[in-house]
Nanobody, 115 residues
Framework: QVQLVESGGGLVQAGGSLRLSCEAT????????AGWYRQAPGEPRELVARITSGDTTNYADAVKGRFTISRDNGRKTVYLQMNSLKPEDTNVYYCRMIIGGRDYWGQGTQVSVSS
């Protein structure tokens, strides 16, 4: 059974950095595509960054130039490096992976940025 395990969230001051990790566990042959999303209470989940099987990346306008998504296929892990964090980046961040044509989500990790 495939599960996504997220880590790396926490509390940081504005201008600081965090790196989120999302590891896929279970029997996995390849990760087709992956992404990070975030969701504030009462708001819809929104795309932050995504990466394709060919390593093409896309970012939300709000995070361009500050966040970087990357993947380590050997470790079955996707990362989100977040620099120059702002209070408005405070959210629960979710990892998503398309594996074998099926859609998987992580449990979410809280990122809080203080001003």
């Amino acid at each position: 059974q495939v599960q996504l395990v997220e880590s790396g969230g926490g509390l940081v001051q504005a201008g600081g950095s965090l790196r989120l990790s999302c590891e896929a566990t279970g029997t996995i042959f390849s990760i087709n595509a992956a992404g990070w999303y975030r969701q504030a209470p009462g708001e819809p989940r929104e795309l932050v960054a995504r990466i394709t099987s060919g390593d093409t990346t896309n970012y939300a306008d709000a995070v361009k130039g500050r966040f970087t998504i990357s993947r380590d296929n050997g470790r079955k892990t996707v990362y989100l490096q977040m620099n120059s964090l702002k209070p408005e980046d405070t959210n629960v961040y979710y990892c998503r992976m398309i594996i074998g044509g099926r859609d998987y989500w992580g449990q979410g990790t809280q990122v809080s940025v203080s001003s």
